[in-house]
């Protein structure tokens, strides 16, 4: 298996950049309603939207690994999740509701920008898809860990928009559910033979988005790192929650009992080619009497209610905590994130042109080094397709073992250019986790600049890889490919 070849500013460096190359996808799939772009692949349903170039589609069935025969994340419960999505959707509520948000976003400060007025329906679209997952996770009688917060996609039975916001990372699989602290659940788990980077539970006390604005967005109230997990032999472990102590029980998450908690699960997947998500089920094992579901309008209602507080949050929380938290084409220094789940630094980036922004970071030892960029309000640009994030086995690596990146609006030949989707602006984010020995990370970002294009090449070190159109076309089909494998392992 090859990596797509590459060339350097002095020799070539073919090492540095790119996975494995398998039999590419073959292109078919339908595109979802709420989204410009096609980002997902495989067997769409029947009331979805013709045909998108970007679609793909595989006749492969996935891995049996699931408890249902099918895999980690395409299980029924989320093609039931995703089916019920898209009818919520469609209804008069929501759509009244997305139309409110797209005027919020449009009258915004970044939304009067050339860039943010391109990315308004993007971002809105997004968030509305978001809050509808987030509506369907808060049935704390039948809870499900609902895969939210991703990119669109179309395969075995899931069918669902982009749903990303709040600068998602494309390295993570999202599960979230909610909980009651008058009830007790149990989450039976299995590992993959290829483990994820980092699995992460945090609880949190309320869903992200609607709580008083504060840097955190919330309060984390516990979390259980995946390397902690006392697990069988044959794989499995058990995860206990409810609001008693642990008393000598492994694995327990212990919750407040007098109102609900909010369950985010993180596989970070540094590897997409090889590393699969946990298989993860939840049950709830005893509570007061279960109550009536929920009817689809007062679904819709919920969902509406979400979005009505979860838009206006995060536009007000990035312009507070990074528009007006820092200057233009800068970061903030790294800071430790709650729960263990190392550092982490967030900036923005407002280019002309004929300008880039050069980044340098040093690992620090961490397992997982992660640089995204997003539009202004915070969706990250394409990434299943493109390449607006990079992770350590994604990039092309210095010689002295760091890593340069550069911005710009359009591709300068640079292996490790993150693609804004041909616009100038929006947010650039670096996360460094799984780290070891230097949990603060300290140095770890080297430098920070803005140059002329005519000044890149002098600009970089001699050493960095370059990338020619044919080259950037074999980088994209690979990072497809390695995308979608979260979907079939």
Same mark, same amino acid.
């Given at each position: 298996?090859?990596?797509?070849?590459?060339?350097?500013?002095?020799?070539?460096?073919?090492?540095?950049?790119?996975?494995?190359?398998?039999?590419?996808? =073959?292109? %078919?799939?339908?595109?979802?309603?709420?989204?410009?772009?096609?980002?997902?692949?495989?067997?769409?349903?029947?009331?979805?939207?013709?045909?998108?170039?970007?679609?793909?589609?595989?006749?492969?069935?996935?891995?049996?690994?699931?408890?249902?025969?099918?895999?980690?994340?395409?299980?029924?419960?989320?093609?039931?999740?995703?089916?019920?999505?898209?009818?919520?959707?469609?209804?008069?509520?929501?759509?009244?509701?997305?139309?409110?948000?797209? +005027?919020?976003?449009?009258?915004?400060?970044?939304?009067?920008?050339?860039?943010?007025?391109?990315?308004?329906?993007?971002? !809105?679209?997004?968030?509305? +898809?978001?809050? =509808?997952?987030?509506?369907?996770?808060?049935?704390?009688?039948?809870?499900?860990?609902?895969?939210?917060?991703?990119?669109?996609?179309?395969?075995?039975?899931?069918?669902?928009?982009?749903?990303?916001?709040?600068?998602?990372?494309?390295?993570?699989?999202?599960?979230?559910?909610?909980?009651?602290?008058?009830?007790?659940?149990?989450? @039976?788990? $299995?590992?993959? +033979?290829?483990?994820?980077?980092?699995?992460?539970?945090?609880? $949190?006390?309320?869903?992200?988005?609607?709580?008083?604005?504060?840097?955190?967005?919330?309060?984390?109230?516990? !979390?259980?790192?995946?390397?902690?997990?006392?697990?069988?032999?044959?794989?499995?472990?058990?995860?206990?929650?409810?609001?008693?102590?642990?008393?000598? $029980?492994?694995?327990?998450?212990?919750?407040?009992?007098?109102?609900?908690?909010?369950?985010?699960? $993180?596989?970070?997947?540094?590897?997409?080619?090889?590393?699969?998500?946990?298989?993860?089920?939840?049950?709830?094992?005893?509570?007061?009497?279960?109550?009536?579901?929920?009817?689809?309008?007062?679904?819709?209602?919920?969902?509406?209610?979400?979005?009505?507080?979860?838009?206006?949050?995060?536009?007000?929380?990035?312009?507070?905590?990074?528009?007006?938290?820092?200057? #233009?084409?800068?970061?903030?220094?790294?800071?430790?994130?709650?729960?263990?789940?190392?550092?982490?630094?967030?900036?923005?980036?407002?280019?002309?042109?004929?300008?880039?922004?050069?980044?340098?970071?040093?690992?620090?030892?961490?397992?997982?080094?992660?640089?995204?960029?997003?539009?202004?309000?915070?969706?990250?640009?394409?990434?299943?397709?493109?390449?607006?994030?990079?992770?350590?086995?994604?990039?092309?690596?210095?010689?002295?073992?760091?890593?340069?990146?550069?911005?710009?609006?359009?591709?300068?030949?640079?292996?490790?250019?993150?693609?804004?989707?041909?616009?100038?602006?929006?947010?650039?984010?670096?996360?460094?986790?799984?780290?070891?020995?230097?949990?603060? !990370?300290?140095? %770890?970002?080297?430098?920070?600049?803005?140059?002329?294009?005519?000044?890149?090449?002098?600009?970089?070190?001699?050493?960095?890889?370059?990338?020619?159109?044919?080259?950037? %076309?074999?980088?994209?089909? @690979?990072? %497809?490919?390695?995308?979608?494998?979260?979907? #079939?392992?």
């Amino acid at each position: 298996m090859g990596r797509p070849p590459q060339s350097s500013i002095t020799t070539p460096h073919h090492h540095h950049c790119g996975v494995p190359l398998r039999t590419h996808l =073959v292109a %078919a799939g339908l595109v979802a309603a709420l989204s410009a772009s096609a980002l997902g692949f495989g067997v769409a349903n029947a009331d979805d939207q013709p045909s998108s170039p970007q679609s793909a589609t595989t006749q492969a069935a996935p891995a049996p690994l699931g408890a249902d025969g099918r895999t980690a994340i395409v299980t029924d419960g989320q093609a039931r999740v995703e089916k019920l999505g898209r009818q919520i959707l469609a209804t008069d509520m929501m759509r009244q509701q997305l139309d409110q948000t797209k +005027a919020l976003y449009a009258a915004s400060a970044v939304g009067q920008t050339p860039t943010g007025k391109a990315s308004t329906d993007t971002a !809105a679209n997004a968030i509305a +898809a978001a809050a =509808v997952l987030y509506a369907l996770s808060l049935d704390t009688d039948r809870p499900f860990l609902t895969w939210d917060v991703n990119a669109e996609h179309h395969f075995a039975g899931l069918n669902f928009p982009n749903s990303g916001f709040g600068i998602e990372n494309p390295d993570n699989v999202y599960r979230n559910t909610m909980l009651a602290g008058n009830s007790a659940y149990r989450i @039976h788990g $299995r590992w993959p +033979a290829n483990r994820p980077t980092q699995l992460h539970f945090e609880l $949190r006390d309320a869903l992200p988005g609607t709580t008083d604005l504060t840097f955190e967005a919330g309060n984390t109230i516990g !979390a259980l790192p995946g390397d902690e997990i006392v697990t069988n032999p044959d794989g499995t472990f058990d995860i206990t929650i409810d609001s008693t102590p642990a008393d000598g $029980r492994p694995n327990h998450l212990q919750i407040p009992a007098d109102t609900t908690s909010f369950l985010v699960v $993180r596989d970070l997947l540094n590897n997409w080619a090889t590393e699969d998500p946990v298989y993860l089920d939840i049950k709830r094992v005893s509570g007061p009497p279960v109550a009536p579901e929920k009817t689809l309008d007062q679904q819709a209602a919920d969902s509406a209610q979400i979005l009505g507080k979860i838009a206006p949050f995060w536009l007000k929380y990035f312009d507070t905590f990074v528009y007006h938290g820092t200057a #233009k084409n800068t970061v903030f220094p790294l800071k430790q994130r709650p729960g263990g789940h190392g550092v982490a630094t967030i900036g923005w980036f407002d280019l002309a042109d004929d300008e880039a922004m050069v980044i340098t970071l040093d690992p620090a030892g961490a397992k997982s080094l992660g640089i995204q960029i997003t539009n202004p309000f915070g969706t990250a640009y394409e990434y299943r397709n493109r390449t607006s994030s990079f992770n350590t086995t994604q990039a092309a690596q210095n010689p002295d073992g760091t890593y340069t990146y550069v911005i710009a609006k359009n591709d300068p030949g640079i292996a490790n250019w993150l693609d804004p989707s041909g616009n100038s602006s929006g947010m650039v984010s670096l996360r460094w986790q799984q780290l070891g020995a230097n949990p603060s !990370a300290d140095g %770890a970002i080297r430098t920070t600049q803005v140059v002329k294009l005519g000044d890149l090449k002098s600009t970089l070190p001699p050493t960095t890889s370059t990338m020619s159109h044919s080259e950037r %076309a074999q980088q994209r089909a @690979h990072r %497809a490919q390695d995308w979608d494998h979260r979907l #079939k392992g």
